[in-house]
């Protein structure tokens, strides 16, 4: 009987770090990826990769890395997007499905629009709502996107056989694949991923520069190390993407401002009721959170 053939027979991954490296992971465990040819800046973490078994193969020419492979992810942070598409648009086998996991969406169209002078049929934009705040290859793993959402924000040029494959694909993963708008993607990734993570930097960021500063993080308890834990996601990246997203994320800044300076005024005026509704308000609301 002819052996079932993988759903990806030659799998470049650019940027095998905490998302490149464990969708190569996941799909190596579902049995569905023949070879995957990982590329980056530097030869330690490839290697590392290679010694791993997150990848074959390497090169760090990104015009070598995408030969002959079916798909090509591009899991670098978000201000690296447009260079790498650059360098490897001209050397992509013409069958080759292209897609990203950028936290923002705006951005790499943009990005892809720019290099190719159009939206080609074969780029499936797309962004897993999922991560921690390790990074490198070193911390992938094959279970990170399990029960975890994937967005997808197809354009109109989009062929629906890239966007079915690139949707397998994550579902491999045990992934949700959804599609959204990206304008839409990007509104609602501004809310409840981008403004958190500004913020816990802030704050940390805030603090450490108080005299006093150790001996405030001698007794930092569970609640600021909750809070606080995202401040130790990649800076670079993070960067990338409030350059990526600024509109947005300034409407919600805007937002989270005057609602801060409205607390402010309460807790200044002493106002009991007005405090304790904020609480309330905010206590219930995420009591009721959908958070799996
Ligand atoms: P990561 O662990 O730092 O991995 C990024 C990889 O890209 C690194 O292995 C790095 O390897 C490579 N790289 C960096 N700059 C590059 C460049 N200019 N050219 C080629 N390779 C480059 O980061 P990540 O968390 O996987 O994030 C990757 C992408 O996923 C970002 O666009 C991010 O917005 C998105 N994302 C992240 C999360 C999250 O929670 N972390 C969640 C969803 C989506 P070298 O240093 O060896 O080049």
């Not at 069958?95 to 950028?102: P, R």
């Not at 959804?178 to 304008?183: E, F, K, L, S, T």
Request: proline share 4%; hydrophobic share 50%.
């Amino acid at each position: 009987m002819a052996e079932k053939l993988p759903l990806i027979q030659r799998l470049c991954i650019i940027g095998v770090g905490l998302i490149g490296g464990s969708l190569a992971r996941a799909l190596r465990e579902a049995g569905e990826v023949g070879e995957v040819i990982g590329c980056g800046r530097g030869e330690a973490n490839l290697q590392t990769a290679v010694r791993l078994g997150v990848i074959d193969r390497y090169h760090l020419d990104p015009a070598r890395a995408v030969a002959g492979a079916d798909v090509v992810v591009i899991a670098v942070p978000l201000g690296a997007i447009e260079p790498v598409l650059r360098t490897i648009v001209p050397h992509l086998a013409a069958t080759a499905i292209i897609t990203d996991v950028g936290s923002a969406k705006s951005s790499v169209v943009a990005d892809v629009a720019r290099v190719y002078g159009q939206i080609p049929p074969n780029f499936v934009p797309g962004h897993p709502i999922a991560g921690t705040e390790n990074s490198g290859v070193e911390a992938a793993f094959a279970t990170l996107f399990q029960r975890r959402r994937v967005i997808l924000t197809p354009l109109a040029e989009t062929a629906a056989a890239a966007h079915d494959l690139i949707k397998r694909m994550w579902e491999l993963t045990g992934a949700e694949v959804v599609d959204m708008g990206v304008h839409h993607h990007d509104a609602v990734l501004a809310a409840t991923s981008h403004l958190p993570h500004l913020l816990a930097y802030t704050l940390v960021d805030t603090l450490a520069r108080l005299d006093d500063r150790a001996e405030i993080f001698r007794y930092a308890a569970g609640g600021f190390r909750d809070f606080t834990r995202i401040a130790s996601s990649d800076p670079t990246m993070w960067r990338d993407i409030c350059v990526a997203n600024r509109e947005q994320l300034l409407e919600m800044i805007a937002l989270f401002n005057a609602d801060l300076a409205q607390l402010a005024e309460a807790i200044r005026d002493d106002d009991h009721a007005a405090i304790l509704a904020t609480f309330q308000r905010a206590k219930r609301a995420r009591d009721n959170l959908y958070l799996e």
